[in-house]
Each structure stands twice: as structure tokens, then as C-alpha cells.
């Protein structure tokens, strides 16, 4: 029975080249724009080094400080003594949260991290960097930009890079600021040239001297901010006006949070609160919030809201939401281009029923030719999918993300198929097989 599905699918696909090829373009182009979103999604939000435990970060971006208008109110207070009459005069500042005259918004000061946040008992590690430092060397008198994050020992706890030489610095070397740096190979390679190793070999940042490589790690899939960079330097080789920055207990440092496990958030959050409120007023600050962010947040920090905000989830609604009318509009045409089709082969299904074809028989057939013509729009797509990833990746067109069609973008592309399969073919399928003999013989009409 199922031979004979298929024989008479792939006789039906080649008597319509036409209507075969707009259908198998219309599956595999969606089918291609679908997985090559969920690759990105996957890449950039999934769990995959150095990011594995991305569902159990919380990052602290920025700081917001506010300043409150402040009213002064004088009292008077009198007395007679010894026949004398004195005057007290008391004033008290009264702070009135509801005008705020003052608010910066910056990074974390590294005394407020170490103060104040490596304290806390709620997450599982905690470390602080200060990201994106650009640095310009010149090897071979040619110029060559890196960028740079200087991190501390426990950074090395919550990411986990998978070390091709070597290993990270440890919290004695951060301590006494060590002259130790961590490399990708790709950085390496391009300071160093082609070498069996890289271990021992020494980079020379500027005015800061040189730094002996210890270990070497390979390049990340995301563009997270704390992980997308060349080098990592300890971060007591912060530039001194940003270590010692405490201006309204600003700064330039990030903070990157790891609970125990994803259902730590609210907790976690809890015990910032009161961080928050033993913060003591400083240069006319009076009020200081962490701005909290999960993964999804400093991604769609990129492209909505602020750094005050969280839009992580509605990012990601606005792309779900997007994938499915881009999903529903060739959904559409195919039912059309479907219904036409058996439009054109009533006289057939009228011949078949009249030999004694039940309907279920005729619903299965149709179900089947437009599950076959799916799969094979879904294989091309899979290959179309490849051949724009691999393009994306030569170009660096997302910069160091390196996007795959691993096994869960596969499975998921291909339940994607299925139920495009059946979403399109169900409704013309379900008509044509309750046709009337007489009606399709006669009329060839649905």
C-alpha cells in the first residue's frame, strides 16, 4: 500500500513541473529562513561553551544612581534662663523621593563589587570584568586591533572555555597582578603567526609590558559581551582610573552572576535588594539599583530598551511572532496552490471512488503526496540552510559566532516540516476526499 502511495505521489509531482517547483520553493526558502533562526537563537542563547551554564547567569551590566531633591526645614525652639530668653535653631534635610534631580547611569566601581557583592551568599560564583578594552599592537610592523576583557579569577568558574593549550590564570596570579594572559588561537595566530604552541610565548600590551601566555582557548559561538573578545588580562591590569573609579560608586566594571540553578533568580534578586538599600549615600546620590539582566536581556539589549530595562522576553516574542506570519503566509498560498491541484484531478478521485476507493483512502493519499513533496522542499531547505550558515561564518558576518545545524536545529526543522505537511494539505485533502462520484465525474468541481 505505501509503495503504491509513493509510486503514484512521484507520478502525480511530474505531470505539474510548474506547480511542483513554486511549491518546493516556497517549503524550502521558509524552511531555510526558519532553521537559520533557530540557529542563530541556538548559538546565541542555547547552552554551548563557553556559555553551558547560560540558564543560571544573572548580569549586572550598569548601576543606576539616583539623587533626590532635598528640602531643608528650620524649627525654632525657645527657653527662658535665668530671666533670659534663648533660641534654638534646628534644621533638618528632608529627602523628597518623589523629584529626582540627579540620576547617572555607568558601570559598577570595583569597590562596590568587592564591597558589596562578593559577599553575597545567594549565587554560586560571582565575578566581575570590565569588557571590550580595545588594544592595537604591531607585530610584524603591521597593525592589528584586539579587543580585550579583564577578568578575574572566578570568571574562569562560570564560563567555561574549552582550553586547546594551558589554563587560566588563578586568583594568587589576579592578586599580585602577574603578568599572565589567555588567548583565542585565532588572536594567537595572527599576533604570534603559525606555531605548534603557544604556551610561554610572551605579548607585549603598550605601555602596560608584556604578558606570558598561559593558556589558549578556542573561539566562542556567542557574541556575549563577556566572552566574544581576544584576550583576558587579570583585572588588577585595569587601567587605574577605572580600578579606583568610585565616583557615586560608578564605574566601567560588569558583573556577571551564577546561581546554583535557574530557579535561584528570585532569590538572588532578593539579596541585591539589600545590597542595594546598605549602599551608603555618596556624592549626592541617594539611591543606588543594580540594573539585572538574564542572557536574554544583554542580547536584546542590542536591539531594544536600554540598559535600564529588561526586554529579553519580548524580544523573543517579537521573533517568535514574526516566524509564525512568516510561517502562515506561504502556509497559505500552499493551501490555494493545493486546493488547485485537486481541483484538477477530481475527474481521477471520481474513477478511483466509483472502483470502490473509500475515503479515508483518498484523504491518506493526498496527505501522503503532500508530506513526500514537503520532505523533499525540507531537504533542500536543509541544504540551502548549510550553504548560508557556511556563508554567514566565512564572511563573519556575526562576528566570532559561528552558527551549525546541530542535531536539535535538525530535529526541530524537522517537525517544522511535518506540520507544515499537514497544516497545507489537510483542508484541500479533507474536501477532495468527500467529493460526490457523480459531482467529480460531471463537474470536476469541489
Same mark, same amino acid.
Given at each position: 500500500?505505501?509503495?503504491?502511495? +509513493?509510486?503514484?505521489?512521484?507520478?502525480?509531482?511530474?505531470?505539474?513541473?510548474?506547480?511542483?517547483?513554486?511549491?518546493?520553493?516556497?517549503?524550502?526558502?521558509? +524552511?531555510?529562513?526558519?532553521?537559520?533562526?533557530?540557529?542563530?537563537?541556538?548559538?546565541?542563547?542555547?547552552?554551548?561553551?563557553?556559555?553551558?551554564?547560560?540558564?543560571?547567569?544573572?548580569?549586572?551590566?550598569?548601576?543606576?544612581?539616583?539623587?533626590?531633591?532635598?528640602?531643608?526645614?528650620?524649627?525654632?525652639?525657645?527657653?527662658?534662663?535665668?530671666?533670659?530668653?534663648?533660641?534654638?535653631?534646628?534644621?533638618?534635610?528632608?529627602?523628597?523621593?518623589?523629584?529626582?534631580?540627579?540620576?547617572?547611569?555607568?558601570?559598577?566601581?570595583?569597590?562596590?563589587?568587592?564591597?558589596?557583592?562578593?559577599?553575597?551568599?545567594?549565587?554560586?560564583?560571582?565575578?566581575?570584568?570590565?569588557?571590550?578594552?580595545?588594544?592595537? #599592537?604591531?607585530?610584524?610592523?603591521?597593525?592589528?586591533?584586539?579587543?580585550?576583557?579583564?577578568?578575574?579569577?572566578?570568571?574562569?568558574?562560570?564560563?567555561?572555555?574549552?582550553?586547546?593549550?594551558?589554563?587560566?590564570?588563578?586568583?594568587?596570579?589576579?592578586?599580585?597582578?602577574?603578568?599572565?594572559?589567555?588567548?583565542?588561537?585565532?588572536?594567537?595566530?595572527?599576533?604570534?603567526?603559525?606555531?605548534?604552541?603557544?604556551?610561554?610565548?610572551?605579548?607585549?600590551?603598550?605601555?602596560?609590558?608584556?604578558?606570558?601566555?598561559?593558556?589558549?582557548?578556542?573561539?566562542?559561538?556567542?557574541?556575549?559581551?563577556?566572552?566574544?573578545?581576544?584576550?583576558?588580562?587579570?583585572?588588577?591590569?585595569?587601567?587605574?582610573?577605572?580600578?579606583?573609579?568610585?565616583?557615586?560608586?560608578?564605574?566601567?566594571?560588569?558583573? #556577571?552572576?551564577?546561581?546554583?540553578?535557574?530557579?535561584?533568580?528570585?532569590?538572588?534578586?532578593?539579596?541585591?535588594?539589600?545590597?542595594?538599600?546598605?549602599?551608603?549615600?555618596?556624592?549626592?546620590?541617594?539611591?543606588?539599583?543594580?540594573?539585572?539582566?538574564?542572557?536574554?536581556?544583554?542580547?536584546?539589549?542590542?536591539?531594544?530598551?536600554?540598559?535600564?530595562?529588561?526586554?529579553?522576553?519580548?524580544?523573543?516574542?517579537?521573533?517568535?511572532?514574526? +516566524?509564525?506570519?512568516?510561517?502562515?503566509?506561504?502556509?497559505?498560498?500552499?493551501?490555494?496552490?493545493?486546493?488547485?491541484?485537486?481541483?484538477?484531478?477530481?475527474?481521477?478521485?471520481?474513477?478511483?471512488?466509483?472502483?470502490?476507493?473509500?475515503?479515508?483512502?483518498?484523504?491518506?493519499?493526498?496527505?501522503?503526496?503532500?508530506?513526500?513533496?514537503?520532505?523533499?522542499?525540507?531537504?533542500?531547505?536543509?541544504?540551502?540552510?548549510?550553504?548560508?550558515?557556511?556563508?554567514?561564518?566565512?564572511?563573519?558576518?556575526?562576528?566570532?559566532?559561528?552558527?551549525?545545524?546541530?542535531?536539535?536545529?535538525?530535529?526541530?526543522? +524537522?517537525?517544522?516540516?511535518?506540520?507544515?505537511?499537514?497544516?497545507?494539505?489537510?483542508?484541500?485533502?479533507?474536501?477532495?476526499?468527500?467529493?460526490?462520484?457523480?459531482?467529480?465525474?460531471?463537474?470536476?468541481?469541489?
Amino acid at each position: 500500500m505505501l509503495k503504491n502511495y +509513493l509510486k503514484i505521489a512521484l507520478n502525480s509531482l511530474r505531470k505539474n513541473v510548474l506547480y511542483t517547483g513554486v511549491t518546493l520553493f516556497g517549503i524550502s526558502f521558509t +524552511l531555510m529562513v526558519l532553521i537559520f533562526a533557530v540557529a542563530v537563537l541556538e548559538n546565541e542563547l542555547g547552552s554551548n561553551k563557553p556559555m553551558t551554564n547560560s540558564d543560571k547567569l544573572m548580569f549586572i551590566p550598569s548601576m543606576t544612581a539616583k539623587g533626590y531633591e532635598r528640602q531643608k526645614e528650620t524649627k525654632y525652639d525657645s527657653i527662658w534662663v535665668d530671666d533670659t530668653l534663648k533660641i534654638d535653631t534646628i534644621t533638618t534635610t528632608k529627602i523628597n523621593r518623589a523629584n529626582v534631580v540627579n540620576e547617572s547611569n555607568a558601570g559598577l566601581s570595583y569597590s562596590v563589587f568587592n564591597d558589596r557583592l562578593k559577599t553575597m551568599t545567594t549565587p554560586r560564583f560571582k565575578s566581575v570584568y570590565f569588557p571590550k578594552i580595545p588594544i592595537n #599592537v604591531y607585530p610584524s610592523n603591521a597593525k592589528l586591533e584586539l579587543e580585550a576583557n579583564l577578568v578575574d579569577a572566578e570568571f574562569w568558574k562560570i564560563f567555561d572555555f574549552k582550553f586547546l593549550e594551558g589554563k587560566a590564570f588563578s586568583e594568587m596570579a589576579v592578586e599580585n597582578r602577574v603578568r599572565e594572559v589567555v588567548m583565542k588561537k585565532e588572536a594567537a595566530k595572527a599576533y604570534f603567526g603559525n606555531k605548534d604552541s603557544y604556551l610561554g610565548s610572551e605579548f607585549t600590551w603598550g605601555s602596560n609590558g608584556t604578558f606570558k601566555v598561559v593558556g589558549i582557548v578556542d573561539k566562542s559561538v556567542s557574541s556575549n559581551e563577556a566572552v566574544s573578545v581576544d584576550l583576558f588580562f587579570p583585572v588588577t591590569f585595569t587601567n587605574s582610573d577605572d580600578l579606583n573609579y568610585s565616583f557615586g560608586h560608578l564605574g566601567s566594571g560588569h558583573v #556577571v552572576l551564577m546561581a546554583h540553578n535557574h530557579n535561584d533568580f528570585d532569590k538572588i534578586s532578593a539579596e541585591l535588594d539589600k545590597v542595594e538599600k546598605n549602599i551608603q549615600p555618596v556624592d549626592d546620590f541617594d539611591e543606588f539599583i543594580f540594573n539585572e539582566k538574564t542572557l536574554e536581556d544583554m542580547y536584546a539589549w542590542g536591539f531594544i530598551g536600554n540598559q535600564t530595562q529588561r526586554f529579553g522576553s519580548k524580544l523573543l516574542g517579537y521573533i517568535f511572532t514574526g +516566524l509564525g506570519l512568516f510561517l502562515l503566509i506561504p502556509l497559505i498560498n500552499l493551501i490555494n496552490l493545493n486546493s488547485t491541484r485537486v481541483l484538477e484531478r477530481s475527474a481521477e478521485i471520481g474513477v478511483r471512488k466509483a472502483f470502490g476507493a473509500q475515503t479515508k483512502d483518498v484523504l491518506v493519499q493526498f496527505l501522503f503526496e503532500n508530506l513526500i513533496l514537503t520532505l523533499i522542499g525540507g531537504f533542500i531547505g536543509l541544504i540551502l540552510s548549510q550553504l548560508l550558515l557556511g556563508l554567514f561564518n566565512a564572511n563573519q558576518w556575526l562576528g566570532e559566532t559561528h552558527l551549525a545545524i546541530n542535531p536539535m536545529v535538525a530535529f526541530i526543522g +524537522l517537525v517544522i516540516m511535518i506540520v507544515f505537511s499537514f497544516l497545507s494539505g489537510i483542508i484541500p485533502a479533507y474536501r477532495i476526499s468527500r467529493i460526490a462520484i457523480s459531482n467529480a465525474l460531471k463537474t470536476a468541481s469541489l
